[in-house]
Structures are given as C-alpha cells and as structure tokens.
C-alpha cells in the first residue's frame, strides 16, 4: 500500500478539472500533491485538499496559500519548522518531527471533494496512518479531515465526535486532536484566531 502516486488518475472528476487548470495555469504543479516533511513524525497534520494557487500552484502542502500563513508561522513558534514563510517548494523550509498530508491529494472544484472522492483517496491516509510510530499526534484540520482520519482508521464517526481543541484517545498510545482549518475564511471571521490556534499547538507540545 503506497503512501502516494504522483500519476494517481483515479477519480475522473478531479483529472477532468486538473487537466482544464494545466491549460489556464501551465506553469502550476496541477498534480496529486506529495505529502511534506519528516519521514518518521511525532506530529502528523491531515489538511482537506490543495488550494488552487497554494498547494495547487508550488506543489507543497499550504505552501503560497493563506491557510499556510498561519499555519507555518505557528509550526516555526513551536519548533516544527526551521522557517516562519512558506512561499515556494525549493524555499529551503524544512519540517521537524512533522508531517502535513491532505485527505485529498488533488485539487477539487470549488475546495470541495465528494464523498466519492475521499473515499478513493482514503488508501493514500491510510497507509501514512498505518506507518506512524507509538505516541503520534495525529492533527485534523477541519471536519473533513477528521472524518476521513477515522475512515482510515476504521473507527465509528459518531465515537469520535469533530469538535476544535476534541482530543481523542487512539490505538497504540496515538492520539486525534481536531482544530479548525486555518483557512481564509476560519481566520478572518475570527472563528479560528491565532491565540486559539497556538492553544492546539500547546496540547501537541504536552502530549509529546
């Protein structure tokens, strides 16, 4: 079971909408997007799917994308990250005892994959899940991620309930903790802050 394919063609949909953006956009990556970071992680970080002109456009998990801002400014605050900007896949950062996968690894229309879609990309998270070492921190961006997470895990849904700052207990001595995608949206509306977002980071640093 491979943890990713870059010539991962499987959902007709999604090909379909990456062919039509390699023609708008020929210089984007437009391809499944590589997980990034440490190979054998303390912390693992599940996203929902490449941004069009973030992971979409340099090929690196919320890299050049607004939900990255956050994100990697926190990662470099708590010591997973050698630099506070994510602009572009060859900008020298590096990852430390992290990792950050999505639940889908091609770009969606409109950000929004299908039920369909998760599931045929599902064996991808699955295989990473299934290669973390005793005592990881399994972090889920947002609803979908979480769901997807547990799909790959074979739990229940309704035994793992989504909440930002739920901390679930898994096999293994591994833990889920869920938060609020960092996105655009979440950030700007204040429904995520930055004192909530680093509040996340300071259980990661605790149950490590």
């Known amino acids: 079971m491979s943890h990713f394919d870059p010539d991962?063609?499987?959902?007709?949909?999604?090909?379909?909408?990456?062919?039509?953006?390699?023609?708008?956009?020929p210089d984007y990556h437009a391809k499944p997007v590589a997980p990034?970071?440490?190979?054998?992680?303390?912390?693992?970080?599940?996203?929902?799917?490449?941004?069009?002109?973030?992971?979409?456009?340099?090929?690196?998990?919320?890299t050049g994308d607004y939900a990255g801002i956050l994100l990697y400014e926190t990662l470099h605050r708590f010591g997973f990250a050698n630099k506070l900007v994510s602009e572009h896949k060859n900008d020298g950062l590096l990852l430390k005892k992290c990792r950050i996968t999505n639940a889908v690894k091609c770009l969606p229309p409109e950000n929004k994959p299908t039920g369909d879609e998760i599931s045929t990309c599902n064996?991808?998270?699955?295989?990473?899940?299934?290669?973390?070492?005793?005592?990881?921190?399994?972090?889920?961006?947002?609803?979908?991620?979480?769901?997807?997470?547990?799909?790959?895990?074979?739990?229940?849904?309704?035994?793992?309930?989504?909440g930002h700052g739920h901390l679930h207990e898994l096999t293994g001595g591994r833990w889920l903790l869920d938060s609020y995608h960092c996105s655009r949206y979440n950030t700007q509306t204040r429904r995520l802050t930055e004192k909530m977002f680093h509040e996340i980071f300071n259980k990661v640093v605790e149950l490590l």
């Open 8 to 25: 991962c063609r499987q959902c007709p949909r999604l090909d379909k909408f990456l062919k039509a953006v390699r023609k708008d956009y």
């Open 36 to 62: 990034f970071g440490d190979l054998h992680p303390k912390l693992l970080i599940v996203g929902l799917a490449p941004g069009m002109h973030g992971a979409n456009a340099t090929g690196r998990p919320f």
């Open 123 to 162: 064996h991808y998270l699955k295989a990473e899940l299934s290669a973390l070492d005793p005592g990881t921190v399994i972090l889920a961006l947002g609803t979908i991620a979480h769901k997807a997470t547990l799909m790959a895990l074979d739990l229940k849904q309704k035994s793992y309930p989504f």
